[in-house]
């Protein structure tokens, strides 16, 4: 339940915001239950549970929180206390839902959070069936993408803390052990590195390594194979790590040593191309581009990338059609990979800032091939 160190100052100028988008979108309200929404805008991380806890961002009108009496001391403990939300408490048999639609009087439109439960969304409509519901996902990603400064020193904790995993990552990987053994000491490192919480550890060794989501299973390392180790947690401030790199357990072979040199070089065009200014878009057709012209493009089979924060994956996605510029501050990962079913796979990852004159790298471990004997 540990919250995020938001100052008042902060938690208020992030509500603000959020009141002026809403204004200028024409919505009454801005709806967030507990998640990464409401952790972002007021430091306060809820865990959801079936209770109804909801802060209420009023275009115009006071902000407050509607939060059951159990969860009252939680609540004014977190930055939310401190900035001076007002809380509206229900107790075991009140409606809370009734709570929110008398909060917000004969309201014609509310957004809600992307990730709101089902429940919440329905018993919100039959609370307030004149209110027309629309997702406030896309309002409240334009403050989330752009990262401030404190933000990019979390990232970069979160990044060297991935990083100190993996420079250890050679010396757990052996011929003989299964890929279940060697993810479970990474799980252990993540959490030792100063993650409070292990997100996803993939080991994908030979052939599985062709599939970009495999996690771990029983099969036994073999001298040759490629291995993608693509690692994550979250740290107590609840920003993420991701990071990817490919090893090999003695030679992997020519047409797949020959395959990443083309990999490592798209994936550093990818980097090298991020600046204000540049589409999402052309960040991935780079690297794709130059994985297309050495015969690779149809194993590169994902996008570029995501962006990071709260969030492992989140807005802005580095993918062919996303025409969003580049501003400073966002971050994101550039991972180019090959998959070829059956035989191999290959990703780099490295989470990467859009500084003002270019970009801002993360991950510090170097991108070569590292063959373990
Ligand atoms: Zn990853
Ligand atoms: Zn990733």
Redesign the pocket.
Known sequence: MAGTHLSPDIVRSRLERVRALAAEEGLDAVLVSPGPDLRYLIGYDAVPLERLTLLIVPAAGETQMVVPFLEEPAAAASPAGGAGIPLVTWGETDDPYAAVARALGSVASVALDNHMWAEKVLRLRDAMPQAEQRLAGALVDRLRMVKDAAEIDALTTAAAAIDRVHAAVPSLLRAGRTEREVGADIADRILAEGHVRVDFVIVASGPNGASPHHEVSDRVLQEGDAVVV?I?GTMPDGYRS???RTYAIGDPGEEFTAAYATLQAAQQLSVQHVRPGVTCASVDAVGRDHLEAAGLGDLFIHRTGHGIGLETHEAPYIVQGNELPLVEGMAF?V?PGFYRAGVHGARI?DIVVVGAEGPIVLNRQPHDLVVVP
């Open positions: 693509d994550g991701d990071c990817t990962s991972e990852e």
